[in-house]
């Protein structure tokens, strides 16, 4: 656990310093990315807009909506002041924020592909400042498991002298390893959005799974809270995936689709989709 | 703040395999006009040339088109058959727009330094009931943050645009990254005993 940063003279919260650069970064590869993709204008600072400040919002008022017993929640102004800085409530703000931007100016241009790979180097950099700073995990017997130092006496639900799952680590390694499947990927999907619905789909379904080696509490059927925030969102994307992969949105990701030959009768529309 | 308008299309675009044009249609553009005449309308080139082989050269409006993988009547590739025309020349304000934007940025953070500082002078005053001092700060700065960037969005201008979408923007950043002076996000301030 290290909670401050110095540099030379001046101490910096390691938390704050680590969302800080993933932001910086996160700008910077979204520039790059609308540059490339020839979006590099106005609407697209809109968008920015709006998922910063859905973000700033969502990330806080999720503890609003902790328990399903309305009594046992806090009032709004209490989740503001003092809630958590929730990731997954980050992620949905943000994705309201810029629904809610286009739609204030009337821009129907998707946006998504630009933000994907924006979000997964952001996320991979500010998870560091997560894993310096809070709880790394569950009880582990694996020889990478970590221990929270004794000289640390501020680290809830840390266990002392036990190894924990760097949980945190598992989420860089996959935020970079999903950052360069975007990469790889961003020429192959050509359908608009569908690059940031597959981004959406793997981090749901990865967070799902890497909740086992969290500290967060389970709450029912040993499951935690974002386990069960996800559930819905997980079978909706399973619903969306599976039209996407029926309609050949991704067949350049898949060896073998790829190179589908067209069926008899069936000709090409000039977008592409396939007209029988 | 508005997306340009998409081009009319061109219901009028031959395909290939269509009869030639009449007679009192434009020559093709590789024909120069006759003399005393204006010059042709923005042209489609002619099917032989749209189909298959070498990429186009890049047009005023982007680069051309590359070769394509042929679709199930011969061979694709070549330019887009029908161009679109040209759009209306349009003053590119995108790098005033994100240079008042940084500014913005910089405008919310000191707005919200200001900010803190009166609320902590407030804060002093009411005995027990500090929170409202934070609670009233967060307030004044969103309704300042929001109410004054939406009407300097309104006001259309791309200096005011830039400034109102930065000023968005620093005040997410500042609940995203701090312990958030005066966006009510002070946890640690209150923790330590600022208040």
């Known amino acids: 656990m290290i909670e401050e940063l110095r540099f030379g003279g001046v101490s ?265 | 703040m508005s997306t340009p308008p998409e081009p009319p299309e061109r219901p009028q675009d031959p395909r290939p395999g269509d009869p030639p044009p009449p007679p009192n249609q434009p020559p093709p553009p590789n024909q120069p006009p006759p003399p005393n005449q204006p010059p042709p309308p923005h042209q489609p080139p002619p099917p032989g040339q749209a189909q298959g082989g070498a990429p186009a050269p890049g047009g005023p409006y982007g680069p051309g088109g590359g070769s394509g993988p042929g679709g199930p009547y011969g061979p694709g590739g070549g330019a887009p058959y029908a161009w679109p025309p040209p759009p209306a020349r349009q003053e590119n304000t995108t790098g005033v727009v994100v240079a008042l934007t940084f500014a913005g940025v910089v405008l919310e953070v000191i707005v919200n330094a200001v900010l803190a500082v009166a609320t902590l002078a407030a804060a002093d005053g009411l005995g027990s009931h500090k929170e409202l001092a934070v609670v009233g700060g967060a307030v004044i700065l969103a309704a300042i943050v929001f109410g004054g960037g939406t009407l300097l969005i309104r006001h259309r201008q791309p200096w005011s645009r830039g400034l109102g979408l930065g000023l968005m923007i620093g005040w997410a950043l500042v609940t995203i990254l701090s312990a958030g002076f005066c966006t009510g996000v002070n946890t640690s301030l209150y923790t330590n005993g600022g208040l």
């Not at chain 1, 590099?40 to 969502?58: C, D, F, I, N, P």
């Not at chain 1, 981004?199 to 799974?209: D, E, I, N």
């Open chain 1, 12 to 276: 910096v919260p390691a938390h704050a310093f680590f969302v800080g650069l993933g932001v910086v970064l996160a700008s910077v590869v979204f520039v790059l990315e609308a540059r490339r993709r020839g979006a590099l204008r106005e609407e697209s600072l809109v968008a920015v807009t709006g998922a910063l400040v859905g973000g700033a919002v969502g990330m806080r008022l999720s503890g609003w909506a902790e328990h399903l017993d309305p009594a046992l929640n806090p009032g709004i102004v209490e989740a503001w002041m003092f809630g958590a800085r929730s990731i997954l409530g980050g992620l949905t703000g943000a994705y309201v924020g810029v629904l809610v931007a286009k739609r204030l100016i009337g821009y129907r241009e998707r946006t998504g592909d630009l933000f994907a790979p924006a979000v997964a180097i952001g996320m991979a950099v500010g998870r560091l400042g997560c894993f310096l700073t809070e709880a790394p995990g569950r009880p582990t017997a694996l020889p990478w498991g970590v221990h929270a130092p004794a000289t640390v006496p501020e680290c809830p639900g840390c266990l002392a002298g036990q190894a924990m799952h760097p949980s945190f680590l598992y989420e860089v390694v996959f935020q970079l390893a999903a950052f360069g499947a975007l990469l790889w990927a961003r020429g192959r999907v050509d359908r608009p959005g569908e690059l940031f619905t597959l981004y959406l789909g793997a981090y749901a379904v990865f967070r799902f799974l890497v909740e086992f080696t969290r500290a967060n509490e389970t709450v029912w059927l040993d499951l935690t809270r974002p386990q069960w925030f996800l559930m819905p969102g997980l079978a909706l994307l399973a619903v969306r995936l599976t039209y996407g992969y029926r309609k050949g949105f991704y067949d350049r990701l898949l060896p073998g689709r790829g190179e589908r030959p067209l069926l008899t009768g069936v000709r090409l529309s000039p977008a592409g989709e396939e007209d029988r």
